[in-house]
């Protein structure tokens, strides 16, 4: 069976030779976690989906650009973290601060039965992960969700690999310990 | 028992399929006579296994995905500066430029480069002044060509 990095490949050839089947798989297999990245690097719901789906026609558009030296998830991460920055320049919002580990969530309103239902743990994931620093949540968002490694979240939003790994460990830190705060005491 | 921030590293390292195999085995053998360890690496697959489930991608807005499609041409469009037309057209740009400059250096040391098919002087600067349009209108359609890059870059 054919993995996700090599239906890519081979849909981006397809869509480069103007195939419009393949643009569309592309967009709808990526759309959600696009939409997703966006919302943690704009923070606004409205704005977020502005960003998004700017980011995807800019890199359907210019997919004959894309020569397959990274992979394409990654090129696509990349036009979605620029036009964040460009759309937040133009809007005079603040920058994602690269440099501040974020405080500490607060641990006190979440329940620690592990019998949870498991929706019930995915809203209170969403919530742990609202409670980071943005760029903290955004960084767990290409490492799990975007299946990235870490020198290619380096080449999407620049930061050194030694400080995504230090981030993602404080990261996971702070949501294991909000998940179960008896992990909060070790 | 507190567990050492190394080997809490150590322990989602494990989980991500960060190790190399005899750092997996060195630290399998270690949860295997550990148990605090081997329990605070279960509290961290429960945390784990959430991270990973695409369920925590954020919900799409309606009609996305419709709105995305209605902004990208239904006949993909070459990038007109990579296109086979505007390659053609960086050359042809270079190359009478590199003509023209040529032909003012031989003009401008009276050499007689543009005399080789006999050509009287008044005629040399026609030639040249031919050049110079010539120049000047590839130039024309390169700015017209970047203009069309720059609508198809933004999607007009």
């Not at chain 1, 939409?35 to 409205?46: A, D, E, P, R, V």
């Not at chain 1, 998830?73 to 920058?95: C, E, G």
């Not at chain 1, 995915?122 to 960084?139: K, R, V, W, Y």
Request: overall charge neutral; proline content about 4%; glycine content about 4%.
């Amino acid at each position: 069976m054919m993995n996700s990095q090599e239906e890519d490949r081979l849909l981006v050839v397809r869509a480069q030779n103007g195939d419009r089947l393949a643009v569309e798989r592309l967009v709808r297999k990526h759309q959600r976690l696009v939409f997703s990245l966006s919302l943690k690097f704009i923070g606004h719901h409205h704005d977020a989906e502005e960003v998004a789906q700017d980011a995807l026609v800019k890199a359907m558009r210019s997919i004959d650009r894309f020569e397959g030296d990274a992979r394409f998830s990654t090129w696509l991460y990349r036009i979605v973290f620029n036009t964040a920055v460009s759309f937040r320049r133009k809007k005079r919002l603040p920058m994602l601060s690269l440099d501040e580990p974020g405080e500490l969530p607060v641990v006190s309103d979440f329940q620690t039965d592990h019998a949870l239902h498991q929706q019930e743990r995915f809203s209170q994931l969403h919530e742990a992960i609202a409670q980071l620093n943005p760029t903290d949540g955004l960084l767990i968002e290409l490492f799990y969700l975007g299946e990235q490694q870490l020198q290619e979240i380096e080449q999407i939003t620049g930061i050194s690999s030694n400080t995504i790994k230090v981030r993602l460990f404080r990261a996971r830190q702070k949501l294991a310990a909000i998940l179960d705060p008896s992990l909060a005491l070790r | 028992m507190m567990i050492q921030a190394s080997d809490q590293q150590l322990l989602w390292d494990y989980l991500d399929n960060q190790l190399d195999a005899k750092a997996r085995l060195a630290l399998e053998t270690r949860l295997a006579k550990e148990p605090a360890l081997a329990e605070q690496l279960q509290r961290y697959r429960s945390v784990h296994q959430l991270l990973s489930d695409d369920k925590l991608a954020a919900s799409l807005p309606e009609n996305f995905e419709a709105a995305v499609l209605a902004k990208i041409p239904l006949k993909q469009q070459k990038n007109p500066l990579t296109a086979s037309s505007g390659r053609l057209l960086n050359i042809l740009m270079i190359a009478t430029g590199g003509l023209t400059g040529l032909a003012y250096w031989l003009q401008q040391n009276n050499l007689p480069g543009l005399n080789t098919n006999n050509l009287p002087l008044p005629e040399s600067q026609t030639l040249l002044m031919s050049m110079l349009c010539l120049n000047g209108f590839l130039i024309l359609l390169l700015i017209d060509r970047y203009l069309q890059h720059r609508r198809w870059l933004h999607g007009a």
